[in-house]
């Protein structure tokens, strides 16, 4: 996998987690009050959720990235990730270099915006994720190596995975 891809996939899996866990995993349900046979009736409890809701634990994401060198025809990608909340929170060290610090991403509702400015990778991205959390579409542009790309991407929720 390129080192550009491997960002896109790993911004991808830090946006999905960024905006999607923290939502689903601090989401708190009140404890229901005890009821009355009378107000039992009455009541009718309503659960108000507008945080997406990852399938499982572990997701399996399928992402395809369509990828556009200068002077060279698209390619596209897909690969298959199982990611939990924990994974991939920042750019592995095998994509960014050891000395990548600078990253800054800011979240506007469901989309997220970054620019990446590391000693292997520059760039910037953007992800939109649908509102039912089970995809996301975005660009990245990203310089490696002096040279510049541009890359579609687009995931879905696929089903459950257990990481091994």
């Not at 991939?88 to 270099?97: D, E, F, I, M, R």
């Not at 506007?108 to 000693?119: F, L, N, P, R």
């Amino acid at each position: 996998m390129s080192p550009t891809l491997a960002l896109a996939f790993t911004a991808a899996a830090g946006f999905i987690f960024g905006v999607v866990s923290p939502a689903v995993m601090d989401q708190v349900v009140p404890d229901p009050k005890p009821t009355t046979a009378a107000s039992a009736v009455a009541d009718t409890p309503t659960e108000v959720t507008d945080a997406p809701v990852l399938p499982g634990p572990d997701s399996l994401w399928e992402i395809t990235a369509t990828t556009t060198v200068a002077g060279q025809a698209p390619t596209t990608e897909t690969a298959s990730l199982c990611a939990n909340p924990e994974d991939l929170k920042a750019p592995p060290v095998v994509v960014t270099g050891p000395q990548c610090e600078g990253q800054q991403f800011s979240e506007v509702g469901k989309t997220v915006s970054w620019t990446t400015d590391c000693a292997a990778v520059k760039g910037t991205g953007s992800l939109n994720l649908a509102d039912d959390g089970q995809s996301f579409s975005g660009d990245v542009t990203a310089s490696t190596a002096g040279q510049d790309s541009t890359l579609h991407i687009m995931g879905k929720v696929t089903g459950t995975c257990t990481k091994s």
